[in-house]
C-alpha cells in the first residue's frame, strides 16, 4: 500500500483528470469521486481519497505473476508524486 499526504481536493481533481485522459490506464470511481480502481498494463490498483485528511491511497489488488511488487509500486509512487507535484 502506498499512501501520499498532502494531496488537496484540486491535486486530487487534477491526478483524476489525467488519469482519464491518459489512454493508457480506465479509471472506475465511485459516484462520490473518492474511491475505485485503476487499470492498466495487466495492473489493477484500488485507490481511496480522503478530502478531510488530503490523504490518498492506493494499493495494487492485481498484477502479472512475473512482474515484483515494489517495481510496480515503486512506477507507480514516482508517477503519482510528479503529477502531484506538478500542480
Same mark, same amino acid.
Given at each position: /500500500?502506498?499512501?501520499? %499526504?498532502?494531496?488537496?481536493?484540486?491535486?486530487?481533481?487534477?491526478?483524476?483528470?489525467?488519469?482519464?485522459?491518459s !489512454?493508457?490506464a480506465?479509471?472506475?470511481?465511485?459516484? &462520490? @469521486?473518492?474511491? @475505485? *480502481?485503476? *487499470? @492498466? !498494463?495487466?495492473? *489493477?490498483? %484500488?485507490? =481511496?481519497? &480522503?478530502?478531510?485528511?488530503?490523504?490518498?491511497?492506493? /494499493?495494487?489488488?492485481? !498484477?502479472?505473476?512475473?512482474?515484483?511488487?515494489?517495481?510496480?509500486?515503486? @512506477?507507480? &509512487? *514516482? %508517477?503519482?508524486?510528479? =503529477?502531484?507535484? =506538478?500542480e
Amino acid at each position: /500500500m502506498i499512501t501520499f %499526504s498532502n494531496v488537496t481536493p484540486a491535486k486530487f481533481a487534477a491526478l483524476q483528470k489525467q488519469l482519464a485522459d491518459s !489512454h493508457d490506464a480506465t479509471m472506475n470511481i465511485d459516484p &462520490s @469521486g473518492t474511491t @475505485g *480502481t485503476v *487499470t @492498466g !498494463h495487466d495492473v *489493477t490498483v %484500488s485507490i =481511496a481519497y &480522503s478530502g478531510s485528511t488530503s490523504v490518498l491511497t492506493v /494499493m495494487v489488488t492485481k !498484477h502479472p505473476f512475473w512482474y515484483p511488487l515494489n517495481a510496480i509500486e515503486e @512506477g507507480i &509512487s *514516482t %508517477s503519482i508524486n510528479k =503529477a502531484l507535484e =506538478a500542480e
